[in-house]
């Protein structure tokens, strides 16, 4: 069974920082590649974050380059976002997202497991 569970949201002011957790209760087979995902209102899904976990392999989207960091923990257990320099065009729901096989991104790829999401909201 497949069990993604995000925590670490709230409300924080530019330039400030968040971590976002993953915890994955999935096999090793199926999150070979995870990923973080946000959503704002009226806006397109964007994959911001990605890491083949076997390999450690990170993709970021240009909006959040040199800002976001996804890492990861030693158990297997856990993904992170780490987010510094946050800007009110981050504000969105946020989501953990992970998917079996070797092709791993932020765009172009489908993600078959996801969680519920964790608001992030930046206020200027």
């Known amino acids: 069974q497949v069990h993604l569970v995000e925590s670490g949201g709230g409300s924080v002011q530019a330039g400030g920082s968040l971590r976002l957790s993953c915890a994955a209760s999935?096999?090793?087979?199926?999150?070979?590649?995870m990923a973080w995902f946000r959503q704002a209102p009226g806006k397109e899904r964007e994959g911001v974050a990605a890491?083949?976990?076997?390999?450690?392999?990170?993709y970021y989207s240009g909006s959040v380059k040199g800002r976001f960091t996804i890492p990861q923990d030693n158990t297997g257990q856990a993904v992170y976002l780490q987010m510094h320099n946050l800007k009110p065009e981050d504000t969105a729901m946020y989501y953990c997202a992970a998917r079996p096989g070797s092709s791993c991104g932020v765009s172009g790829i489908e993600f078959p497991y996801w969680g519920q999401g964790t608001q992030v909201t930046v206020s200027s």
């Open positions: 890491i083949n976990w076997g390999l450690g392999v990170t």
């Open positions: 999935v096999s090793t087979y199926s999150r070979k590649c």
